[in-house]
C-alpha cells in the first residue's frame, strides 16, 4: 500500500502529510525498489502543488537511504552515484506533468534530529504552507524522524 503511513497533520495554512520512502511498506528489506512501485507512491501523493521534503540521509550502517532506487539523494557521495539521475530529475522526468518539488534534509535513521536542522526544516515546511503548498514530510518508516519535526512544529495529526 503506497504511500506507506500517509498522515495528514493540522496546519492553519496549506496541507502537511508524512509517509515513509517509496516502497517501504513490502519492499524494506530488499536491495532495490521496483520502479512500478515507485511510480505507484508518486501517483498517489497528495495534490497539488507538492513539494516533498525528504529526511533520507543514512541508514545505521552508512548506506545511503536513495540505495534502493534508480535515483540518488543530493548528499550522496560521488562513488554512490552510479548512473542514476537525481531524485528531483528523475521526478521532472517520470511524473514532470505533476511538478512536484524535492527539498532535501539529509539525516541518519534512527538518530535524533540536530536542533539545527530541525528549526531549518520547520522554517521552510511553514514557509511552503503560507504559500499554499501540499507538504509531504518523508523519512524511511514515516514515523520517526517525520514525527521529531512535527512535534518541533508543535502540529498534530488530522483524524477527520
Known amino acids: 500500500m503506497e504511500p506507506y503511513r500517509l498522515r495528514k497533520w493540522r496546519t ?3 496541507r502537511l502529510f508524512t509517509c515513509a520512502r517509496p ?3 513490502k519492499w524494506k528489506n530488499s536491495p532495490r525498489v521496483p520502479d512500478s512501485i515507485i511510480h505507484q507512491w508518486v501517483q498517489k501523493l497528495p495534490q497539488p502543488n507538492t513539494v516533498i521534503v ?3 540521509g543514512r541508514k545505521p550502517d552508512g548506506r545511503s537511504e536513495f540505495s534502493f532506487y534508480p535515483f ?3 548528499f550522496d557521495n560521488p562513488a554512490e552515484l552510479g548512473d542514476r539521475l537525481f531524485f528531483q530529475e528523475w521526478l521532472d522526468a517520470h511524473h514532470g506533468d505533476r511538478g512536484i518539488e524535492v527539498r532535501e534534509y539529509p539525516t541518519h535513521d534512527f538518530r535524533p534530529i540536530p ?3 530541525l528549526e ?3 522554517t521552510d515546511i511553514t514557509e511552503m ?3 499554499g503548498k501540499t507538504v509531504v514530510l518523508i523519512d524511511s518508516g514515516g ?3 517525520t514525527g521529531q519535526v512535527c512535534k518541533h512544529m508543535g502540529i498534530v495529526e488530522d483524524f477527520s
Open 23 to 25: 516502497g517501504r511498506s
Open 129 to 131: 504552507l503560507v504559500a
Open 54 to 56: 525528504s529526511l533520507l
Open 115 to 117: 536542533s539545527a536542522t
Open 12 to 14: 492553519s495554512r496549506g
Open 120 to 122: 531549518a526544516i520547520s
Open 72 to 74: 540518488y539523494g543530493g
Open 143 to 145: 514515523e520517526m524522524r
